[in-house]
């Protein structure tokens, strides 16, 4: 067993014993892992509260070659996940990108990147940033770091530009937007106002700041929230088959 040392967001834990810990971290060096946390149930530990849900550490472990649990031995807290009382859409929006971590990513698969998004998504949830837009962006980034990130101003299958006006046949599973003649014949495929398609691409743009000044009207929040769901349910499947 190798000592290795990383940082790290809680996602998730469980009691094992009296005294310890289960653990689920994504790190930014190695990727989501699943850790023994030996005395961390403790009223006085040598973790001091660092393996609270969604904070965020830094953490000395023992990576280990089998199936078995890592070990986490040691445990700095660097950042806390504390959205003021009436934020409550925040926290559950917190607890979301952790669900969405954990359920998307693979055990000893890093994504550098996609840990620096959560972490600055999880500090903005809790210094207050507008939720909707926030979250949205989360998700749509992340699925592009994963590789699943869905067309949106072209056919998915045969790349013909798609004039982003009226609305638009729109299939998770097939990749994203469709033209007409390749949308014939597919099932789970939705139709969406031009409005959406805009709003996507501007919320994963990571070339400029514009989507900072985004105000997202509530029809428009209502087919997003609906669609992002939706891709994220069908790309689940994908991945775990």
Same mark, same amino acid.
């Given at each position: 067993?190798? !000592? #290795?040392?990383? !940082?790290?967001?809680?996602?998730?834990?469980?009691?094992?014993? #009296?005294?310890?810990?289960?653990?689920?971290?994504?790190?930014?060096?190695?990727?989501?892992? !699943?850790?023994?946390?030996?005395?961390?149930?403790?009223?006085?530990?040598? &973790? #001091?509260?660092?393996?609270?849900?969604?904070?965020?550490?830094?953490?000395? &472990?023992?990576?280990?070659?089998?199936?078995?649990?890592?070990?986490?031995?040691?445990?700095?807290?660097?950042?806390?996940?504390?959205?003021?009382?009436?934020?409550?859409?925040?926290?559950?929006?917190? %607890? %979301?990108?952790? *669900?969405?971590?954990?359920?998307?990513?693979? #055990?000893?698969?890093?994504?550098?990147?996609?840990?620096?998004?959560?972490?600055?998504?999880?500090?903005?949830?809790?210094?207050?940033?507008?939720?909707?837009?926030?979250?949205?962006? &989360?998700?749509?980034?992340?699925?592009? &770091?994963?590789?699943?990130?869905?067309?949106?101003?072209?056919?998915?299958?045969?790349?013909?530009?798609?004039?982003?006006?009226?609305?638009?046949?729109?299939?998770?599973?097939?990749?994203?937007?469709?033209?007409?003649?390749?949308?014939?014949?597919? !099932?789970?495929?939705?139709?969406?106002?031009?409005?959406?398609?805009?709003?996507?691409?501007?919320?994963?743009?990571? *070339?400029?700041?514009?989507?900072?000044?985004?105000?997202?009207?509530?029809?428009?929040?209502?087919?997003?929230?609906?669609?992002?769901?939706?891709?994220?349910?069908?790309?689940?499947?994908?991945?775990?088959?």
């Amino acid at each position: 067993m190798s !000592s #290795e040392k990383a !940082s790290a967001l809680v996602l998730r834990t469980i009691d094992f014993s #009296e005294t310890s810990l289960v653990v689920w971290l994504f790190t930014r060096e190695f990727g989501k892992i !699943s850790a023994l946390a030996k005395g961390a149930r403790r009223l006085k530990n040598p &973790f #001091e509260s660092a393996l609270d849900v969604l904070t965020l550490c830094r953490i000395v &472990f023992l990576h280990k070659s089998s199936e078995a649990l890592d070990l986490v031995t040691e445990a700095k807290l660097l950042r806390r996940f504390r959205p003021t009382r009436q934020n409550l859409a925040g926290l559950y929006a917190g %607890y %979301y990108v952790a *669900e969405l971590l954990g359920d998307l990513t693979d #055990e000893n698969d890093p994504h550098p990147e996609l840990f620096d998004l959560a972490d600055e998504t999880l500090a903005a949830l809790a210094a207050g940033e507008v939720v909707p837009r926030r979250l949205a962006r &989360f998700e749509l980034i992340a699925l592009r &770091f994963l590789g699943h990130a869905p067309a949106l101003d072209q056919c998915a299958e045969c790349g013909m530009k798609i004039d982003l006006t009226g609305r638009i046949a729109f299939g998770g599973i097939h990749g994203g937007a469709l033209c007409r003649g390749c949308r014939q014949g597919k !099932s789970s495929v939705v139709s969406v106002s031009a409005g959406v398609l805009r709003t996507m691409a501007q919320l994963a743009d990571l *070339e400029t700041q514009a989507w900072r000044r985004i105000e997202i009207d509530a029809q428009i929040l209502g087919e997003l929230r609906k669609q992002e769901a939706k891709n994220n349910r069908e790309i689940l499947p994908q991945r775990l088959g």
